[in-house]
């Protein structure tokens, strides 16, 4: 059983920055793929990010260039670097734990943290 939990959300205006954080439990971090996603009001989860065990790292084509993702296995953390941001970034945003390769899959994501809610203000 990993647990996961996400922390750093807040409220932002637009054009400001965040870092959210999410960590894990499990002496095997170094080999998840940790994945950030985000879900807005009345939508499905989406994908914003992915970080794989060997710290190759993935976008959605909406936050490319802004959102930075990193992590510090020594620490069992990942962050979320959020630049730039925009009233559309508003969402929960949440953070899962895989074994294996990278996805943008919401379904292979096996655990969850409770999410961490992020408001732009225009």
């Known amino acids: 059983q990993v647990h996961v939990v996400e922390s750093g959300g807040g409220l932002v205006q637009a054009g400001g920055s965040l870092r959210l954080s999410c960590a894990a439990s499990?002496?095997?971090?170094?080999?998840?793929?940790m994945g950030w996603f985000r879900q807005a009001p009345g939508k499905e989860r989406e994908f914003v990010g992915v970080?794989?065990?060997?710290?190759?790292?993935w976008y959605a084509d909406s936050v490319k260039g802004r959102f930075t993702i990193s992590r510090d296995n020594a620490k069992n953390t990942v962050y979320l670097q959020m630049s730039s941001l925009k009233p559309e970034d508003t969402a929960v945003y949440y953070c899962?734990?895989?074994?294996?390769?990278?996805?943008?899959?919401?379904?292979?994501?096996?655990?969850w943290g409770q999410g961490t809610q992020v408001t732009v203000s225009s």
């Open positions: 970080i794989s065990g060997s710290s190759g790292t």
């Open positions: 899962g734990a895989k074994w294996g390769g990278a996805s943008f899959i919401v379904s292979q994501y096996v655990y």
């Open positions: 499990g002496r095997t971090f170094s080999t998840y793929a």
